[in-house]
C-alpha cells in the first residue's frame, strides 16, 4: 500500500525514535520542532489538510469536527488547525512506536 502524502511528510521529519517515543507519549504540547507555532501548524494544516481530516474522519466518523469542538478549548481557526496537527503527529507517532 501506498504511503499517504502526511505519512512520508511525517517520516522525514522524524527519523529520531527517541523523539518519536517522547511525542507518542507525551504529545506536542512540551514542543515539537516544526509544530511549536501557529504558522508552522497552520502552514502544516493547508498543505496536508486532505490527509489530516480522513485520518480524523477514520478515528471519530464523520462528526469529527464536532468532536474536536467539544473537547478543546478552541477559540479560531489557528487554534483549531494547531491541535488537529498535533493530533495528527501524535496519532502518526502512537502508530509508529506502538503498532
Given amino acids: 500500500m501506498d504511503k499517504s502524502r502526511l505519512t512520508v511528510a511525517l517520516d522525514e521529519r522524524f527519523e529520531d525514535i527517541t523523539e518519536v517515543k517522547d511525542v507518542a507519549?507525551?504529545?506536542?504540547?512540551?514542543?515539537?520542532?516544526?509544530?511549536?507555532?501557529?504558522?508552522?501548524?497552520?502552514?502544516?494544516?493547508?498543505?496536508?489538510?486532505?490527509?489530516?481530516?480522513?485520518?480524523?474522519?477514520?478515528?471519530?466518523?464523520?462528526?469529527?469536527?464536532?468532536?474536536?469542538?467539544n473537547t478543546n478549548n478552541i477559540q479560531d481557526i489557528r487554534q483549531l488547525k494547531n491541535n488537529m496537527v498535533w493530533g495528527a503527529v501524535s496519532m502518526y507517532c502512537t502508530d509508529r512506536v506502538y503498532s
Avoid: P, R
Fill in 25 to 69: 507519549d507525551h504529545g506536542c504540547e512540551g514542543g515539537v520542532s516544526g509544530f511549536i507555532y501557529y504558522s508552522e501548524t497552520s502552514k502544516f494544516f493547508d498543505e496536508y489538510q486532505e490527509e489530516i481530516e480522513e485520518q480524523y474522519q477514520e478515528l471519530f466518523g464523520d462528526n469529527y469536527l464536532k468532536e474536536i469542538l
